[in-house]
């Protein structure tokens, strides 16, 4: 199979249900992993995800050797926090999840809780929990960073066993080639050299500003922007997920010119709230390649660049 057949195959698969996903979080990229990845280089010693969230891409790349060591970063400690249970302790973390997932169902007012434990402790494995048994498993905090999502009244939330498989098979593929970062996106990539790769996943815009408080940290346009301009000048090439479009309506404007990276549209699929309207609003994302990786040209990735059809 020839690198091109091997990238054309990543690009065309979709993951089995029973990948290892051990943090089920909203936002993830797992779905859209493989034809993220058929974008790399054919060698990347040091894969960066400084966003990392549920680090779908670092997962996927680390399943398919698509990179040899890989950097797990967010500003968000607790997440963190978790990785290094999930890699370092699985065991621990197996089975101290199972009792606080059983325990549910001696209390009512189980969750509630644990959210107020959690936002006393900041304890990773509370996380955990509120994230695999809140609406939707979309994390929301309020200004003062606490924890506020509800319980989804009609699940239970991610079962023991699955938490026990996953976070093993995580643990065994990762450990001894990962390194963990708290903090802002910019310090966890200070060390990548022109020969290593940064996938990033920031917050959007349309859920930085305004009321929606996504995420514990949102992302000033310019701050990525001058990320992004630091990353071109040191010549390490990225990958960036950034806004896009559902239906008609686009969200964010698309970054300046000035950004050294061509502007592609992933078909994302129909968005599950369109569907829950009835409509068949199809989700297209932003993604920026660093022009040296030669994306704009690439034609296993089937959509043409956005700047001819979708943002002109
Ligand atoms: C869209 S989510 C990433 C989802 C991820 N791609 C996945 O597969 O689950 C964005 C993440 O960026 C983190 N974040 C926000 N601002 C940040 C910053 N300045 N530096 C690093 N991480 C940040 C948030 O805590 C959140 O976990």
């Not at 369109?274 to 920026?288: F, K, M, P, Q, V």
């Amino acid at each position: 199979m020839t690198v091109d057949d091997f990238k054309y195959h990543i690009a065309t698969m979709t993951l089995s249900p029973l990948s290892i996903q051990p943090i089920p979080y909203q936002g993830s990229k797992r779905a859209l992993a493989p034809r993220i990845c058929s974008l790399f280089p054919d060698s990347v010693p040091t894969l960066y995800e400084p966003f990392a969230g549920s680090a779908a891409v670092t997962l996927f790349a680390a399943t398919h050797d698509l990179a040899d060591r890989f950097v797990i970063g967010d500003s968000y400690t607790p997440l963190i926090d978790l990785w290094a249970l999930i890699i370092d302790t699985p065991g621990e973390l197996s089975d101290r999840y199972a009792a606080l997932w059983h325990g549910q169902f001696e209390n009512p007012s189980h969750f509630n809780d644990v959210r107020a434990e959690f936002n006393e402790s900041s304890d990773p494995v509370l996380l955990l929990y509120l994230v695999a048994r809140c609406v939707k498993n979309a994390v929301r905090f309020n200004r003062r960073g606490h924890f506020t999502q509800s319980a989804d009244k009609r699940r239970t939330g991610m079962k023991p066993d699955r938490v026990t498989r996953t976070a093993h098979a995580v643990s065994r593929l990762l450990k001894g080639r990962v390194s963990l970062f708290r903090g802002d996106f910019r310090d966890c990539v200070q060390n990548a050299a022109a020969s290593d790769l940064i996938y990033m996943d920031p917050p959007y815009q349309g859920t930085t500003y305004g009321t929606d408080k996504r995420y514990a940290a949102g992302l000033e346009r310019e701050r990525l922007i001058d990320g992004l301009h630091n990353f071109d000048a040191r010549g390490v090439p990225y990958i960036l997920s950034y806004d896009g479009q559902m239906g008609e309506k686009i969200y964010g404007e698309p970054l300046p010119d000035t950004v050294d990276a061509d502007h592609l549209a992933l078909h994302a699929g129909r968005s599950s709230q369109a569907t829950i309207n009835g409509r068949s609003d199809e989700t297209i994302e932003s993604l920026y390649v660093s022009r040296s990786l030669n994306a704009g040209t690439a034609d296993i990735y089937k959509s043409r660049p956005v700047q001819d059809r979708l943002f002109a």
